[in-house]
């Protein structure tokens, strides 16, 4: 057993490097790291199993800093650990431009960092997402592949974010017996004192939630320690209340919001060093202190090995397909299966929505695709997100392909990026597509982080009909589409929907969604679709009986409305060509001379989405015409509100003869 001043020299190296960092970046959180020390000494000296030289090894236990602004807490914690790329010199250059370590922790920077986070809430998102993960990949290889703990280190902002209630009730529900949050429960926020504006009995709350919960003293290293045994044995996912002290150690500022987020200044600094004993200059750690660590490094080492040990024991081709997953490797018999049903619905053509063409699609992959983990945010029947081959995930029998995250669609999202980032499997779930908006910060990280996550996003326009405005998206693909490193897709028909999957599964750097309708459309594509055309973003998708004098762009839904007004024009003698426009995202990444190409020079362009114009002047330029909505829409039957907005082939065929002032 190490003694209250070993055990107190290890901590104080974390407060020492955090203080420092923050003080030469001229910015940044030292309260937190201050406060933790003695929760995350414990924690990574006792329990985390975490190897420094292989930071990635798919058995390490998972550890989330979720409150980010901490972000000095993880960065010490691996500089002593010994993550290689963690040097010296990346703390001296905390926060600066082009290190690894940035403000906020951000997921592939700096190796060892499981998530990006910093938007408060998120990270104890993603780590129920990560604990289930863990269960699904237990359940599916055994214990002895995929066995490891998931711990969170969360603050009061953590718990105060309406997405943290979401998570723990999913986490209590499902039993994730292996999520251990430690609550940095120190009273404190920018504003003052919680007191100032929260009064949750965060322990009851829990509890209500089918946790585990106690409070302890978070500088005590023995009840730490003990907590953490305590939690490891249960049977329901833990919370433990650590009270801290914000600061702690420094002078005047320990315990008050003033040491939460800016620089303490030299005299503060000076003094807490004093008052912690700690007599060295900057970014100093004398040599039993770092000794001591590096031993907490190597004891990693050995449990990865151990690991090692038992996955060569494994039987080959259970091996192989736990190191495919893991890898994030695609099995083979996944594009025969995606060309078998594209050459089938060329020869069938079905009329459905393409939320049911999205299940179809699903049907004929998922066999092939196990690591696909659907679900939805409680509208499983209209998402059409479950196939008849996948089991529900419950709690106790993991062993399934299907999670119903209930109403909880930020909660979803948070937990669909930590199934990613556990790896080994992939996240596709959905709700309608109004609610992307209940998603959208944590469909933004899964963006920043470039993770492999789909999103689908059923009943896309007003084709909702009668829910009326407050279900019908209007905005939604603008947002969506102006996220950085997001695809998002429109397909108009069965082709195009299972071009949409095909990219999304195998587009493995960024996020994806899939807007889909509720209402049905006609077939459009008629070849078989080996050759995937969505992957080019627009491509023309019929041609004009002759020279063009008006191209029509449309996406999803509108597509088809677009080809009955190129009949409409035809038949009065204009000539049309329609391009259909699944992706902008896609469209924007091919070479100019193909862009051109698409576009065209045609005397009138018209786009027509059931949607806001934003984001289209970029394919029809600024004196394009737009056929779409101008404001939320209505309730009512659905062509009613077609014909009630102007969004018809006939609204769109006058709108090309005005064009063409005939
Ligand atoms: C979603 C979100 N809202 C607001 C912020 C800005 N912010 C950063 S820390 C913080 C609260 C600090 O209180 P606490 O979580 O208790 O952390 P501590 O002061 O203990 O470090 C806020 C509001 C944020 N990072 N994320």
């Known amino acids: 057993m190490i003694s209250r001043r070993e055990h107190d020299a290890m901590a104080n190296a974390i407060r020492a490097l955090a203080m420092d960092a923050v003080e030469a970046a001229k910015s940044g959180h030292p309260g937190l790291p201050m406060g933790a020390a003695d929760i995350a000494t414990v924690l990574f000296r006792d329990h985390l199993n975490f190897d420094p030289a292989h930071p990635t090894w798919p058995d390490r236990d998972r550890f989330v800093l979720s409150a980010g602004h901490g972000s000095m807490l993880i960065y010490a914690l691996l500089h002593l650990i010994g993550v290689k790329e963690l040097t010296i010199d990346q703390l001296k250059n905390f926060r600066q431009l082009g290190s690894i370590t940035a403000g906020h922790p951000e997921h592939g920077h700096a190796p060892g960092v499981e998530t990006t986070t910093g938007p408060l809430g998120q990270g104890l998102g993603n780590a129920v997402g990560m604990a289930l993960a863990e269960r699904i990949l237990a359940a599916r290889y055994g214990g002895y592949v995929i066995d490891h703990y998931t711990y969170v280190l969360a603050s009061d902002g953590d718990l105060m974010e309406g997405i943290s209630q979401e998570s723990i009730t999913l986490a209590g529900h499902m039993k994730l017996n292996k999520l251990i949050v430690l609550f940095d429960d120190n009273g404190i926020s920018i504003d003052g004192a919680i007191s100032v504006s929260d009064s949750t009995d965060q322990l009851k709350r829990f509890e209500s939630a089918g946790w585990n919960a106690e409070r302890i003293d978070g500088h005590d290293p023995e009840a730490i320690n003990a907590a953490i045994l305590r939690a490891k044995a249960s049977d329901k996912p833990s919370l433990i209340a650590c009270v801290t ?29 004093e008052r912690l004993g700690w007599a060295h200059g900057p970014f100093e750690i ?80 998922q066999p092939a695709l196990p690591e696909l983990i659907s679900g939805s945010a409680d509208l499983t029947g209209s998402n059409n997100t479950k196939t008849r081959g996948m089991a529900v995930v419950k709690a106790g029998a993991y062993d399934g392909a299907f999670v119903h995250y209930g109403i909880r669609e930020h909660g979803m999202a948070a937990a669909m990026n930590g199934i990613a980032l556990h790896g080994g499997l992939i996240p596709a779930s959905g709700t309608f597509l109004v609610f992307s908006d209940y998603c959208r910060p944590s469909i933004r990280l899964s963006a920043l982080m470039g993770q492999r996550v789909i999103y689908v996003m059923t009943h896309d326009s007003i084709g909702v009909g009668e829910d009326g405005p407050t279900h019908q998206p209007v905005e939604h693909l603008a947002a969506l589409r102006a996220i950085p490193n997001l695809d998002v897709y429109r397909p108009c028909d069965v082709t195009e929907t299972a071009e949409a999957w095909d990219l999304a599964v195998t587009t493995r750097d960024r996020p994806s969604l899939i807007a889909l309708t509720r209402q049905n459309l006609p077939q459009l594509r008629t070849d078989n679709g080996a050759k995937n055309l ?129």
């Open 286 to 365: 004398p040599a039993d202190i770092r000794k001591a660590w590096g031993v907490v490094g190597s004891r990693g080492a050995a449990a990865r090995a151990a690991w090692q040990e038992r996955l060569g024991k494994a039987k080959p081709k259970a091996r192989a397909e736990f190191e495919r997953v893991m890898a994030g490797e695609l099995p083979k018999s996944l594009a025969k299966a995606l060309k078998t049903f594209k050459a089938e619905v060329a020869s069938t053509k079905p009329e459905v929505a393409t939320r049911k063409a999205s299940e179809m699609v699903l049907e004929a992959i």
């Open 534 to 662: 969505s992957a080019l973003g627009a491509y023309e998708i019929a041609r004009a009986e002759g020279r063009a004098e008006v191209t029509l762009f449309a996406t999803g839904s509108e597509v088809s409305l677009a080809m009955k007004a190129r009949a409409l024009l035809l038949a009065e003698g204009i000539l049309a060509r329609v391009v259909s426009v699944p992706s902008f995202e896609r469209f924007a990444a091919q070479p100019e001379t193909y862009r051109k190409k698409v576009i065209g020079r045609t005397k009138v362009k018209i786009a027509i989405e059931a949607a806001i114009r934003q984001g289209w002047d970029a394919i029809i330029g600024s004196d394009g015409h737009f056929v779409g909505m101008e404001g939320f829409g209505a309730s009512g039957p659905i062509n009613k509100l077609y014909a009630h907005f102007g969004i018809t082939p006939e609204a769109v065929a006058a709108k090309a003869k005005a064009a063409l002032k005939r």
């Open 245 to 273: 002290t914000i600061g702690y150690g420094a002078p005047t500022k320990a315990g008050k919001s003033s040491s939460h987020g800016s620089p303490l200044g030299a005299e503060e600094l000076k003094g807490a060093k």
